[in-house]
């Protein structure tokens, strides 16, 4: 319209042409009727870099250490909840304003063109700049929350991160216990790994919410304009800006980045756990079967008393070690693990004895056996030289045996007061 009202001054009209005032007139109109087109233009087009820009400073990764305190760690199912809760928060905030952007965009059509289809062919390369615009948005949003989220996992490990001292404190809490013969966790390993992957995987999966525009045009994809047509009717066949974003090798280096963290830590976790291991014959050996073995060797009392001292220093070191480790995003709870451990220390010292104790009362019972034929032989009555050289030999042979006797009798009696 304004090259149209400018024309005839650049072609037919000169300072000498008549009504020039009335052509200065109409010019000046039409100059303050495109000034305020574009004026409205660019209202419209802030509104919408504004919500591009919302979209930009979008984290959908809310500080975990908001939802709990370090002496109440959350599990992994309610850290789960919480962030999940978070970026469905943020992501429809994002979701409506990203919908207004259509609306304002006829709203320019219905200026420059006229009309208010969404999809005026004077305005393709302005619909492709913006949806250009909203993807990049929508790229940094994804980014900006996986590198968050790699933050607060502590999976980073950048030398420079940990000598400033931002290592953070972790976010859940396993528990390690006995299962059988093996140390294992709860929540399982794969149970976390799968669960923090979903954490990602959302963070990505939300693009799927925002359809792409129609070619040349502002306004969302259906199933009807696909070509060729989808076999069935799921919305999945509808193009998304999830297809190029989750394809984007910077959100490809950083997904894999945040998970070779996680693997690490889970490496350092079973590490940790391993070394528990060198108390698993507490656990994994046959009980009865090597008591019954060690019952065949004849240990003294003073051998199964330094056994019984360890399994003692045993159960009381195991008060001394950390009830917690913390490794990365992970608080270990030890505590189970602990408690089995002393449990099963316990079971050793009571089979073994049960041993001691019915080896002891065989010895017993041999040496009070001993004794009451010593008895009956002294009682024996005496009615000639030979009855009293019979005596009279049974009390030397006392006399021979009696540090035998004594011997044997301590041994039994410190064998006593050991299984006190």
């Known amino acids: 319209y304004l090259d149209r009202v400018l024309d005839p001054g650049f072609k037919t009209l000169n300072w000498n042409s008549l009504g020039i005032p009335e052509f200065i007139q109409k010019c000046n109109a039409a100059i ?18 504004g919500v591009v820009n919302l979209i930009v400073g979008t984290c959908l990764v809310k500080d975990p250490h908001t939802f709990t305190t370090r002496s109440e760690l959350l599990d992994i199912q309610e850290l789960f909840d919480n962030l999940e ?67 607060f996992l502590n999976v980073h490990h950048s030398k420079s991160a940990q000598a400033a001292g931002k290592k953070k404190p972790p976010l859940f809490k396993i528990i390690a216990s006995l299962a059988a013969s093996d140390i294992v966790t709860s929540p399982a390993m794969g149970e976390i790994q799968a669960t923090l992957s979903k954490v990602m995987r959302n963070i990505i999966e939300t693009t799927k919410m ?9 306004i969302d994809c259906t199933l009807g304009e696909i070509s060729p047509k989808p076999t ?40 940790y756990l391993e070394s528990w291991n060198r108390f698993s014959s507490l656990w994994r050996l046959d009980k009865q ?23 003692t220093k045993l159960i009381r070191g195991i008060d001394n070690y950390p009830q917690e480790k913390d490794i990365d995003f992970v608080c270990v709870d030890c505590n189970p693990l602990l ?10 010292i009571t089979g073994e004895g049960k041993q001691l104790s019915e080896i002891i009362k065989h010895r017993l019972f041999k040496l009070d056996t001993r004794i009451k034929k010593f008895e009956d032989e002294l009682r024996k009555s005496v009615e000639s030289i030979e009855d009293l050289k019979f005596v009279l030999s049974v009390i030397d042979n006392m006399r021979s045996q009696s540090m035998d006797i004594e011997i044997q009798y301590r041994e039994i009696e410190h064998c006593y007061a050991t299984l006190r």
Not at 32 to 49: D, W
Not at 210 to 218: E, Q, T
Not at 339 to 348: C, D, F, G, N, S
């Open 289 to 311: 079967m090597f008591i019954e073995k060690l019952a065949t060797k004849n240990l003294t009392w003073l051998e199964y008393d330094k056994r019984f001292e360890e399994y």
């Open 232 to 271: 069935d009717d799921s919305d999945s066949h509808i193009p998304t800006f999830f297809n190029d974003i989750s394809q984007n090798s910077q959100v490809m280096k950083l997904q894999t980045m945040v998970y070779q963290g996680i693997q690490k830590t889970f490496f350092y976790v079973n590490k």
């Open 210 to 218: 925002f359809v792409r525009w129609m070619d040349g045009a502002c």
């Open 339 to 348: 408690a089995e451990i002393q449990k099963e220390t316990r079971v050793w």
């Open 32 to 49: 303050n009727e495109f000034h305020s087109m574009v004026k409205q233009i660019h209202k419209n087009a802030q509104i919408i870099n």
């Open 85 to 151: 809760h978070y970026r469905n928060e943020r992501i429809d905030v994002c979701f409506r304003k990203y919908h207004t952007i259509a609306p304002l965009l006829k709203k320019i059509e219905g200026i420059v063109c006229e009309t208010n289809t969404g999809k005026a062919p004077r305005l393709k390369t302005y619909y492709y700049y913006w949806e250009r615009k909203i993807f990049k948005a929508l790229q940094r949003m994804v980014l900006t929350s996986l590198s968050v989220f790699q933050s």
